[in-house]
């Protein structure tokens, strides 16, 4: 079987020749031809040179054209932090200080989606045949946020009916976007929403399902695939993600896979994921990734299931650990032989934590994957920071990327499970789940006042 068709077969319930593979290789692509992250999500030639040689060395049976979340929130007035190793954050919220609904709607050749629709298409010439090609748009919540910041936290009790409206209008323009890429040849598109990990299920029931419904019907109607893309722990709201009838949910390392198939399987839903995208494919070996893989596919049976990297892969991952997360992926039983009698070994913490009864004043320190380049995390660490502009030097505030070494040591020392994460004082405060300003500042006036 081609690529593309054990992608089809897996989407439809049925059992592929092997298990489909899909690395999800946003930015890292341009280091395959030695180009930056910010040089293949503005040149169009570049990109699509990239994209090439991620179909040559990673043999995916699907593939991404684009993983960048900020498109869409550019166009509609958000301003971009730009890197050279990861995609743009967004820097400001044009809704933050107004409870208007906008109107725009983007058009194909807008800003850097008119790149991105062109690529699509010489893509599907080249690998059309062959290969699945995704195409990944904003989901209606994150780009929801984007737009308005992290009031929107607090709009979900305060103010519900603006959130009802504004989630009609950011799901009007995925609908737009999902057509322009279906257009454009791709098979698969994926609504990537990782604040949906950092909401409740009465939340998700609340706001989510009637949106999202009507989204992946959209993608139906149109006769493409679909894909559910969630960051973060998603764990409680896999069920009701399954209940908006999405093709696939894609899950990273916060998920265990084997409790989410159990769910999924029950919809008919294909379930895909979730190798560690640092401490095994960024600062792993070989055997680190061809171990995880192995043991992720021995935890779960085979039938709708895809094989790929927790979340968009990190820019500077060694070309040597995907390829030996494909070859485990499509050599499986000689994989297993090799790595058989193999055990990775965990980064040890070698400094000091905090003396935490004895801080001078409260300290905030706030566990992410990178709040560069996760949504998520974008939003956790800008709730603290907010905290830190309203109380000066009457509070401390850090950020431990799990993009360092050293972190990685960290959050096994402190006991963190999910990411990302807030600690007061050492103990655990929210865990994947970004508190309203009014929550987090009564934490801490209750600190202070002690």
Not at 54 to 60: A, F, G, L
Not at 119 to 144: E, H, N, S
Not at 220 to 244: K, L, Q
Not at 372 to 386: E, G, K, P, R, W
């Amino acid at each position: 079987m081609t690529g593309k068709e054990r992608i089809y077969a897996v989407m439809k319930n049925n059992y592929p020749d092997t298990v489909p593979w899909v690395p999800f290789a946003g930015v890292h692509a341009g280091k395959l031809k030695a180009y930056t992250a910010r040089e293949v999500s503005t040149e169009g030639a570049k990109l699509l040179e990239s994209l090439l040689e991620v179909n040559r060395i990673y043999k995916p049976d699907g593939q991404p054209v684009m993983f960048d979340l900020q498109i869409e929130a550019e166009i509609l007035g958000c301003e971009l932090v730009w890197a050279e190793d990861s995609p743009p954050t967004v820097k400001t919220h044009p809704l933050a200080d107004t409870d208007e609904i906008p109107d725009t709607i983007p058009a194909a050749a807008d800003g850097r989606l008119a790149l991105e629709i062109e690529t699509m298409k010489q893509m599907k010439q080249r690998v059309g045949d062959a290969t699945a090609l995704y195409g990944l748009l904003c989901g209606p919540f994150t780009l929801a946020s984007h737009l308005r910041g992290t009031n929107i936290f607090m709009d979900m009790i305060m103010n519900p009916g603006y959130v009802h409206r504004l989630l009609e209008y950011t799901n009007r323009v995925a609908k737009v976007l999902a057509g322009y890429f279906i257009d454009a040849g791709m098979d698969v598109i994926a609504a990537v929403d990782p604040l949906i990990s950092q909401i409740s299920p009465d939340h998700f029931a609340e706001f989510m399902e009637k949106p999202f419904t009507e989204l992946f019907d959209c993608i139906r109607d149109r006769g493409a695939f679909s894909s559910f893309f969630v960051c973060g722990n998603a764990t409680n709201n896999i069920e009701p993600m399954c209940r908006t009838k999405p093709d696939n949910i894609s899950v990273d390392e916060n998920v265990d896979l084997a409790t989410a198939k159990k769910i999924t399987d029950r919809y008919d839903v294909v379930l895909a994921g979730n190798i560690p995208l640092t401490s095994v494919m960024l600062f792993g070996n070989q055997q680190d990734n061809m171990k995880t893989v192995i043991d992720l596919m021995d935890s779960v049976s085979h039938d709708n299931l895809i094989i790929s990297p927790g979340c968009d892969m990190p820019y500077a991952t060694p070309i040597e650990n995907t390829i030996a997360a494909e070859q485990a992926v499509h050599n499986t039983e000689a994989t297993r032989t090799m790595v058989a009698n193999y055990t990775k070994e965990d980064l040890v913490f070698e400094g000091e934590l905090p003396d935490y009864p004895n801080l001078e004043r409260p300290l905030i320190e706030v566990f992410t994957l990178d709040s560069a380049t996760c949504a998520a995390c974008t939003y956790m660490m800008a709730s603290a920071l907010d905290a830190k502009e309203h109380y000066g030097d009457r509070i401390d505030v850090v950020e431990y990327k799990y993009t360092v070494p050293e972190n990685i040591a960290r959050c096994g020392a402190m006991g963190v499970k999910q990411l990302p994460s807030i600690y007061i004082n050492g103990e655990l405060k929210y865990s994947s789940i970004i508190p309203s300003r009014d929550e987090l500042f009564r934490e801490i006036e209750g600190l202070l006042e002690k």
